[in-house]
């Protein structure tokens, strides 16, 4: 007995094989720089300090595209706070006032990618938590949680069968944070800019 071969059954193969040969599980670790986007609103100046930071993922890749990933990144997040103007100066004045504060952040990320020999190029799309986090007791501050979005695009480069190097870059998008009880909030969004490198393991 003869099996006939169509296109749609080469097709269906084709596709199989792809992501067979895509799949892949990983756990990455990168260092980044936090660049961040002063705001201005409700009379107040707000000025976060950039720092460094890192980022821990699991990630899991099925087929260019289902991939997703859990992360979570830390930094420092000092902020300036300031009144735009002179004119209303509270029982505070009108000296600026700086929180020191740390920067908790988790998110899921969807992650479409394409595998090109020991080349991943990929993309990142994702929802999670900030945690702004003053630290020691510096008075008249509290947490900030905000919703946090995330986007951005990189690539893996495979340099042995289970250890690779990442470049990426990561954007959020979120509320600023308020943390001082001596200013209100500037109810503004900002972003921070993470451009990041770092190595992953396969397993």
Known sequence: MRIQSSPLALLVLAAAFVATASAQ?????????????????????????????????????????????????????????????????????????????????????????LGIGNLRPFGVLGLGLLLNQPTGNQGSTSDSTQAVYVYGAGLDWGILPHLGLRFQYRGNLYKAPHLTSLYTSTDKFTQTAEPMIGAYFNF
């Not at 990983?26 to 890192?54: D, E, H, K, M, R």
């Not at 260019?64 to 004045?93: D, H, K």
């Open 25 to 113: 599980t990983s756990v990455g670790l990168s260092i980044y720089g936090a660049f961040n986007q002063s705001t201005t609103g409700n009379n107040i100046n707000q000025s976060p300090s950039n720092s460094a930071g890192g980022l821990i993922e699991l990630r899991h890749i099925s087929n260019p595209i289902l991939g997703f990933e859990g992360t979570y990144s830390y930094n420092r997040a000092n902020q300036s706070y300031s009144f735009s103007t002179a004119s209303t100066c509270p029982v505070s004045g009108c000296t600026p006032q700086s929180v020191k504060a740390n920067a908790h952040e988790l998110t899921l990320d969807w992650i479409p990618s």
